[in-house]
């Protein structure tokens, strides 16, 4: 390594640090920016939630002046019309009275003594909940005589006759279009006012558009919870947004602001390109600075090396001046002793080989850094998935176990359940991108499977990608695990879609093929070819040798993991097949999954009906599990669809039950346990010790896929309905034999 070139590398050393703390700064920096949006966002929005209490409040003092100024009855019924008519007018709506059922007994937009007037049922829906004495806001609703989205605002009066009746102001839905001009938001916010349903009753922007539709589902949602927050997705009009939302107190009514989500994103990013950009110039002024000196200081170690080959050849050095120090010192010593060279040299490759090896230790260390990184980014989102996961278990057994209502215990075991089934279908994915798989492979029919995911593989390409495919006729069954196969055709799917920025042609053909040799890892033998082409950019032959290594992508930061065909080589590999890709760089890229032949053909339905009659004949079961929180739960569950269940914590426990002389119809048993005997080892004992005895297995996944003869395979979590079916099937195939 020449001089030059490790003054640059002395320089770039010293200024890393220098660009870490940038880069962490410039992360910084986005991150308040992005928060004093949000937090500019949710001000507004409770301001405006405000001033719209405001206008319901003046609504509601005027109708108290006016119930109070002159109580009405039979009496003065003329009288209080003619006044209502006034301020109906200067408030640009309606005034009725009703009584406690609604019935209205004066409307100021027909026709004192008109008969047949509409109930006012919402307001006396409100009221059953707000009481009799409070101050009652409608939600919007389309008015029986003028035909336009209008709410009303009831407050309660008594006449001196000591009668309770209800004043309502009713008020068209548009004239609260005034808050929104009064406002001005910035051009291209939206701001939107929704009743306590998620019905919209103003809206800044397309007003007699959306006026009385309801809002997004994913908004509503929140809005119905959550007194305020954030939301961000597409607005009634498709435009991406972040809003924030505040309800108002009085009225119960939701202010939502909208901004699009690249005027938040690209307000930050001004900030941060400007510091960027100044710490680029900066490191490129100290590299240019560094060759200069590097440059430089070549010259006079140049004509050292000169005159150490004349004093090589034997030549007689002359003193000699370079205006470096210590160069000038090295070549008297050269002149002075040329016996020093071999000790001189000596020293210098013993230096050099120590720099070499320090070099090599820091970029040792910085591919750990990065491969810490991606592990860090991906257990981010895993903690993440998780914790919503455990939050939703947590909460519904809670509710579960302090609501009385057992229609919301119901719900809330509704919502564990599902809690567990995404768990599982989370570790499902997690254990493919780690070549490790779940026990949930089944012989199945691919043409079937396949024609059931066309919809979502097209759903998933452009209107500029043409599609086509072609399967084979008779295809051969396979054992695949058919959640992990969606993953990968969607893998496969998205990158050629990323390939094809301009459009183009993606293909699937899906055919028999025989192996007569062995050919790229894949043994000779009966395959299901699944292959996806398309005629996108391709790769070179360095990208392609990388393109199944777990988190190497080469898309832009934020629009690639480096996990999508390390998902679909891991697929192949758990269903014991192979994956080949073929890319040219310009012309496009195929990428072929190999499934092997399946000869066992597709298991038949289960009778749930006669499984439950056999599970009530008290048959015996050995429960062989090591986590007691499973014991405690599934074994329970066994003895109460009827079975006689004994439980051992482990392989060793469960084989001194058998020892000891007692006998079982059932073993079931979890495969990864500690200690000397596996669940895999127990089951080979079994089946070779007391053949009448039927096992099933459990387990959460294993590094190969698990195969036993004539032994079910359950993946955790399972549920006890798939214990019993396996059992059943058990019988119905000892029978069938």
Known sequence: MRIRTRLLALVLAALVPVVIATG????????????????????????????????????????????????????????????????????????????STGQQSLNTLVPLGTGNLPVMRSSVASRKDLGPNATVVSNVFLG???????????????????????????????????????????????????????IIVARSKDAEKFVGTRAGDQIRQKILSMTEGFNEGPTLSGEQVIAAFSRAPISGWTFIVSVP????????????????????????????????????????????????????????????????????????????????IAGAKTELEQRVREAVLATERSERALLQAQKLEALGRLTGGIAHDFNNVLQTLSTGMQVARLS??????????????????????????????????????????????????????????????????EIDKDLWSVTIDTLQLELALLNLAFN????????????????????????????????????????????????????????????????????????????????NGGLQLNSTKGVGTAISIFLPRSHGGQMPPVDMQRTEQRASRRQSVLFVEDDVLVREVVGPALEALGFIVTIARDGAAALALLDEGRRFDVMFSDVVMPGEVSGLQLAHVVRERYPEMRVILATGHSERQISVPGVPILAK??????????IDTLDVQRMSS
Request: proline share 5%; aromatic share 6%; net charge neutral.
């Open 496 to 575: 050629a879609r990323d390939a094809m920025p301009d459009g183009g042609r993606m293909k699937l053909i899906v055919k028999n093929e025989s192996l007569a040799t062995p050919s790229e890892g894949l043994e000779a033998g009966d395959y299901v070819s699944v292959c996806m082409s398309d005629s996108g950019v391709g790769m070179s032959p360095d990208v392609a040798r990388k393109a199944i290594e777990p988190f190497f992508t080469t898309k832009e930061v934020g629009k690639g993991s480096g996990l999508g065909l390390a998902q679909v080589y891991g697929f192949a590999r758990q269903s």
């Open 24 to 99: 962490l700064g410039i992360a910084y920096i986005y991150k308040e920016e992005q928060e004093w949006h949000r937090k500019s966002m949710r001000e507004i929005a409770r301001a405006l939630a405000l001033l719209l209490d405001k206008e319901i409040a003046s609504r509601e003092a005027a109708l108290k002046s006016l119930g109070s100024s002159s109580p009405p009855n039979p009496a003065n019924l003329p009288d209080f019309y003619d006044k209502s008519l006034k301020v109906a007018r200067v408030w640009n709506g309606m005034i009725s009275l009703s009584d």
């Open 404 to 469: 009385p209502d057992p229609a919301r215990r119901e719900a809330s075991l509704t919502a564990c359940e599902n809690a567990v089934r995404r768990a599982s279908e989370l570790t499902g994915r997690l254990l493919a991108f780690g070549r490790a798989q779940p026990a949930r492979f089944e012989s199945v029919d691919l043409s079937e499977q396949l024609s059931r995911m066309m919809p979502l593989l097209r759903g998933a390409l452009p209107g500029d990608i043409a599609f086509d495919i």
């Open 717 to 726: 979590p399972y549920e006890v309905e798939e214990i019993i079916a396996a």
């Open 261 to 340: 989500r690249n005027e938040v994103i690209s307000s930050s990013l001004r900030s941060v390109s400007l510091l960027g950009a100044v710490s680029a110039f900066l490191l490129m002024i100290a590299v240019v600075i560094a060759l200069m000196i590097g440059r430089i200081t070549a010259k006079p170690i140049e004509s050292l090396r000169r005159s150490a080959e004349r004093l090589r050849q034997g030549e007689v050095l002359e003193p000699a001046v370079t205006g470096i120090t210590e160069m000038d010192d090295v070549h008297a010593e050269l002149v002075r002793a040329s016996r020093a």
């Open 144 to 198: 029986p005589y003028s035909k336009q989205y209008s709410f009303t605002v009831q407050v309660p009066v008594t006449n001196t006759e000591g009668v309770r009746q209800y004043l309502a102001m009713g008020t068209f839905a548009n004239q609260l279009q005034t808050l929104f001009k009064d406002q001005r938001l910035p051009a291209g916010w939206t701001g939107s006012i929704v009743d306590r349903n998620g």
